[in-house]
Nanobody, 124 residues
Framework: QVQLVESGGGLVQAGGSLRLSCAAS????????MGWFRQAAGKEREFVAA????????AYADSVKGRFTISRDSAKNTVYLRMNSLKPEDTAVYYC?????????????????WGQGTLVTVSS
């Protein structure tokens, strides 16, 4: 079992920055990919970014590429999402997820464990 706890969400003005954290515990030794997804009100959950735990290979949604950076700290079992140049359309609940048994994926159903989410609100 893997437990994921997100933190760092809040209210920020457009153009501002925020860093989300995802602390992983449990059987993290088997984690292969960590991802960030987001879900805006009335919308489907969408891919934001992902990183392979072992090699640090990353993938980003086109909508956040160049603005967001995913990273991990193996010593702390923590994954981060640094968000710069935030836009109102970035407003959503952001979820951390873990995927086992495969490589990078942009599909929510490919991930096995999920955090409870942290709300990011970007005001204009």
């Amino acid at each position: 079992q893997v437990q994921l706890v997100e933190s760092g969400g809040g209210l920020v003005q457009a153009g501002g920055s925020l860093r989300l954290s995802c602390a992983a515990s449990g059987r993290t030794f088997s984690t292969y990919v960590m991802g960030w997804f987001r879900q805006a009100a009335g919308k489907e959950r969408e891919f934001v970014a992902a990183i392979t735990w072992s090699d640090g290979i990353t993938a980003y949604a086109d909508s956040v590429k160049g603005r967001f950076t995913i990273s991990r700290d193996s010593a702390k079992n923590t994954v981060y999402l640094r968000m710069n140049s935030l836009k109102p359309e970035d407003t959503a609940v952001y979820y951390c997820a873990a995927r086992y048994g495969g490589g990078l994926s942009r599909t929510p159903s490919a991930y096995n464990y999920w955090g409870q989410g942290t709300l990011v609100t970007v005001s204009s």
